[in-house]
């Protein structure tokens, strides 16, 4: 199945390092990260699970759940955390599916046969308070993700799901942003106090609003 955003992240229940539970339920009100890696013990995803780790906090802020997924066992998931921890330097502090069975790779359509037959590729899914899919990004096993564009991308999708803007190549929180274009001119210079640059008719700027 492929899913696409805008659609309903599909729900499971699963193993994981933290427990049995359902998806939804687990999310609850949070926003939510379902990230895969190729298999344990691998390097590249040793420092993908230590960086997540280590951005816990920055996570929480955002209301932010982060739940991995490996096509490993429990027990070796329980064996390999001992190896984040010690080579990392960080305490593994979020779950990871054990997905033998591979049904949760194969619901998020997380393993490429062209790439590699067994293993999954690097896929990241982030899901709204709705459970709708918001964001997905798929890398491939030997190029290691950068979570702090995750935690940006994040910042973008909770500002343009309050208010009419989109943000602009590169944005960082606090820089401005550009007001949508459904939103008339008329419409701008009321919505956004702070001011209105345009640029183009089609291209204008506001300082960020909820700031
Ligand atoms: C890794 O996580 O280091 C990795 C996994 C599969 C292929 C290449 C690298």
């Not at 929480?60 to 390999?80: E, F, Q, Y």
């Not at 790779?105 to 308070?129: C, E, K, Q, W």
Request: neutral net charge; hydrophobic residues 40%.
């Amino acid at each position: 199945m492929t899913t696409r955003i805008g659609d309903t992240a599909p729900n499971f229940t699963a193993q994981t390092t933290e427990g049995e539970f359902d998806f939804h339920q687990w999310l609850g009100d949070s926003w939510g990260v379902l990230f895969s890696h190729p298999a344990d013990y691998t390097p590249v995803c040793t420092t993908e699970l230590g960086a997540v780790a280590k951005l816990k906090n920055e996570f929480a802020r955002r209301n932010v759940k982060v739940l991995a997924v490996s096509v490993d066992p429990l027990d070796s998931h329980h064996a390999w955390i001992k190896d984040i921890n010690e080579t990392q330097a960080c305490t593994m502090n979020f779950p990871i599916i054990a997905d033998a069975d591979r049904k949760v790779a194969t619901l998020y359509d997380m393993i490429h046969p062209n790439a590699d037959s067994t293993a999954a590729v690097r896929s990241v899914f982030i899901i709204g308070p709705d459970k709708k899919i918001k964001l997905i990004l798929t890398y491939p096993a030997t190029t290691g993700r950068n979570f702090p564009e995750i935690l940006r991308a994040i910042d973008s999708l909770q500002l343009t799901a309050n208010h009419k803007v989109a943000t602009p190549a590169d944005w960082n929180e606090g820089q401005d942003c550009i007001v949508v274009t459904a939103v008339s001119d008329e419409d701008a210079t009321r919505l956004f106090r702070k001011g209105v640059r345009r640029v183009k008719p089609y291209l204008r700027y506001t300082p960020q609003p909820n700031r």
